[in-house]
C-alpha cells in the first residue's frame, strides 16, 4: 500500500541534545511537510519542499532544519531541542502545491524533550 | 489576519447525529478540508468542499457557503469509535492549508 512513513513513532531526547527525525513516502508525491502539533492545537507548518524546492515558515525557529535528499525521504533535525519542542511531529505529502491537492500524513513522531 | 473557529469539544450519543461547524475568514479560498484525528495518531482525510453545498460520503457529510465563510461536518448514526478531534482546514490564495484547533468530539453510550 502507498504510504507516508515516520520513524521513530516515539522519541525521547534531553535538552539540547540534537535528533533527527525521519518520513518516507511511497506515493511518489512531490511536495512534503513537516509540521508541528502541540495537544489540543492546530498543527503548525514548519517547512515544505516541492521536489527539491525549499520553503522555510517565516517563523519556524532557526533550531529546526530539513533536509529532502531525494523524493522519498524528508529529515527534520533539531539542533538543540528545548522543553518548548515536546509535540507531535507530523509529515504529509501532496501531488503538488501549486493546486488544491489532499495532503496525505504519516503517523507522526511523538517528541519529548527532558 | 487569517482565521479559523471552531467549537473546542462537543459531546453527543451513540446512534445520534451531531453537527460540527467551522467558521472561516483567509486570504483567498481554495477550498475547505475536513480531517479526523484520534488521540495521539495522526490526522486523515475526511471530505474536500470547494463548490457551496452539500458533500455527502457514507454516515459524514460535509456543507459549505463560501459567501458565509462557514462548513460543518456532519456524523450520522454514530459510533464510538468517531470519539475524535475534527480538524477544519481552508487552502488560502497560496494554496497553504490554515488549520483549525479541531473540536474534540465525545461519544457517550
Known amino acids: 500500500d502507498a504510504m507516508v512513513i515516520q520513524n521513530p513513532r516515539y522519541q525521547v531526547t534531553q535538552f539540547g541534545k540534537p535528533v533527527t527525525l525521519s518520513c518516507s513516502q511511497t506515493?511518489?508525491?512531490?511536495?512534503m511537510y513537516w509540521y508541528q502539533q502541540k495537544s489540543s492545537q492546530a498543527p503548525k507548518l514548519l517547512f515544505h519542499y516541492y521536489d527539491k524546492d525549499f520553503n522555510n515558515e517565516a517563523d519556524t525557529p532557526d533550531n529546526f532544519q530539513s533536509r529532502r535528499p531525494n523524493t522519498s525521504f524528508c529529515f527534520l533535525d533539531i539542533r538543540s531541542p528545548g522543553l518548548g519542542d515536546t509535540a507531535m511531529y507530523l509529515c504529509a505529502t501532496s501531488r503538488t502545491s501549486g493546486g488544491a491537492d489532499t495532503q496525505y500524513f504519516g503517523p507522526g513522531t511523538r517528541l519529548t524533550v527532558l | 489576519g487569517q482565521n479559523i473557529d471552531q467549537p473546542t469539544e462537543m459531546t453527543a450519543t451513540e446512534g445520534a447525529i451531531v453537527q460540527i461547524n467551522c467558521t472561516y475568514q483567509?486570504?483567498?479560498?481554495?477550498?475547505l478540508f475536513w480531517y479526523q484525528q484520534h488521540a495521539g495518531e495522526a490526522p486523515t482525510f475526511l471530505s474536500y468542499?470547494?463548490l457551496d453545498g452539500l458533500e455527502e460520503k457514507g454516515r459524514f457529510s460535509s456543507f459549505l457557503s463560501r459567501s458565509k465563510g462557514y462548513s460543518y461536518l456532519l456524523l450520522k448514526e454514530l459510533q464510538m469509535k468517531d470519539s475524535a478531534s475534527y480538524l477544519c482546514a481552508v487552502m488560502d490564495s497560496n494554496y497553504q492549508l490554515i488549520w483549525g484547533a479541531g473540536t474534540k468530539l465525545i461519544i457517550k453510550p
Open positions: 483567509t486570504s483567498g479560498f481554495n477550498g
Open positions: 506515493l511518489n508525491h512531490n511536495v
Open positions: 468542499n470547494v
